[in-house]
């Protein structure tokens, strides 16, 4: 049985076929779908439709004189030409077994040359191999559908349609996968247009459910075909054949680096002689890691499974899961490793875990510091905070 990582993926993204070779710098070299987020112009579509174009044509409209591009999240915004439409408003995180519906221009150059609409159901809330980017959707969908919106039943978007299951994946050629296809989380969506200063409708509510003839009525105008232009060829050069591209599909989170704070949670795993950056890229290629705590001078990471506040520490740099960011309480405790402040102490806890004594700490008024003894793991608090002294093996944490 081949294992779930060695699983191919084909983008849905189609090729046209160009004729004799006098004309084919006439002729686009692949096609996709977008549709608008903002009534600005702004529309959102798939990298891989657009990452090699020379010229980018929104059908009925115009080129593109602007695009931006994520190509490890594979998406892009480009700013439209010509007349604009009603955007599609960004809805949070969808719901298991929701129906959707898919919306783009599939197989333009086959079959006819409108829009078309597939419903189906959100299958599951993770991609290939956990991956939290994306959703597993049953709506069918075929080459040029990339980059064309998921929609609830009240039109609002919860996906980006992106890559399907490659026949023979499951390792027996002769049995396609039957509407096992990707959208990418319109909460994945929602942190790249934040982060270009792009400002979409937000979906605060869900309205009333739409029938499918409504949906497509409600839907379509907000949603284009894109032609791309590749870059002109030489005259020997031979003609671009139609073909799918793959989409590398790694396992990828959303996480964030707070400088100088100290992430508190439970340790389910120690690297050590790392780097910074070698530290966050292991939290985010393991799937239990929902937080981490990189110390500075000792070059050691700590890997969590969860978390619920942090603290100031100079030595450490901490890591946090978009998707527990905002449930974490930011306090105003210092933390500082072979550290004591002696005396003020009023009270002793025996074997105690370092989360344990900070809590302790935060949960009494009278505690304005603590000492946690890692050899013994002995708890002190204390009553009042004196001199700092060097002390190794000692955990110091002032309120």
């Known amino acids: 049985m081949i294992a779930f990582r060695w699983f191919a993926f084909i983008a849905i993204h189609a090729f046209c076929l160009i004729g004799a070779q006098a004309i084919a710098q006439e002729q686009p070299s692949g096609s996709g779908t977008g549709f608008y987020v903002t009534s600005d112009g702004w529309i959102v ?51 298991l077994g929701e129906d959707v ?11 006819s040359s409108s829009i078309k609409i597939t419903t189906g159901n959100i299958n599951s809330l993770l991609g290939m191999a956990d991956d939290t980017r994306y959703l597993q959707i049953s709506a069918p969908v075929q080459p040029g559908n990339s980059g064309g919106p998921v929609v609830d039943r009240s039109g609002h978007l919860v996906g980006v349609v992106t890559a399907g299951l490659k026949a023979g994946a499951s390792g027996d050629s002769s049995v396609p996968p039957q509407n096992v296809n990707f959208a990418i989380k319109a909460s994945v969506l929602e942190i790249f247009l934040q982060s270009r200063g792009i400002a979409f409708l937000k979906a605060d509510t869900l309205e009333n459910t739409l029938t499918t003839a409504d949906l497509a009525e409600r839907i379509a105008p907000s949603v284009v075909q894109l032609l791309c ?19 590398a599909l790694e396992p990828f989170k959303p996480l964030r680096q707070l400088d100088n704070r100290d992430v508190i949670g439970f340790d389910y795993a120690t690297l050590k002689d790392v780097s910074g950056q070698q530290c966050l890229d292991a939290c985010k290629k393991d799937s239990r890691c929902l937080a981490a705590t990189y110390n500075k001078p000792a070059k050691y990471c700590f890997l969590k499974n969860g978390a619920a506040v942090t603290v100031v520490n100079r030595d450490a740099l901490g ?12 306090t105003g405790f210092a933390i500082a490793s072979d550290r004591d402040k002696p005396g003020g102490d009023y009270m002793h806890l025996r074997q105690s875990s370092f989360v344990g004594c900070f809590v302790a700490c935060a949960q009494d008024q009278r505690c304005l510091a603590f000492s946690y003894v890692r050899k013994n793991h002995s708890c002190w608090l204390k009553a009042r905070a004196g001199a700092t002294v060097r002390r190794t093996g000692v955990d110091l944490g002032v309120k």
């Open 45 to 95: 579509t798939n990298a891989h439709v657009v990452e090699n174009c020379a010229r980018i044509k929104v059908v009925g409209r115009g080129e593109v004189a602007e695009w931006k591009i994520d190509a490890k999240n594979d998406l892009a915004t480009l700013q439209s030409p010509g007349a604009t439409t009603a955007p599609i408003p960004v809805r949070g995180e969808p719901r």
């Open 229 to 247: 232009y590749a870059a002109e060829k030489s005259a020997t050069a031979p003609p671009v054949q139609s073909e799918t591209r793959p989409v």
């Open 101 to 111: 519906a898919a919306l783009g221009y599939p197989l333009a150059s086959i079959l």
């Open 319 to 330: 890591i946090i899961s978009a998707d527990i960011a905002a449930g974490i309480l930011e």
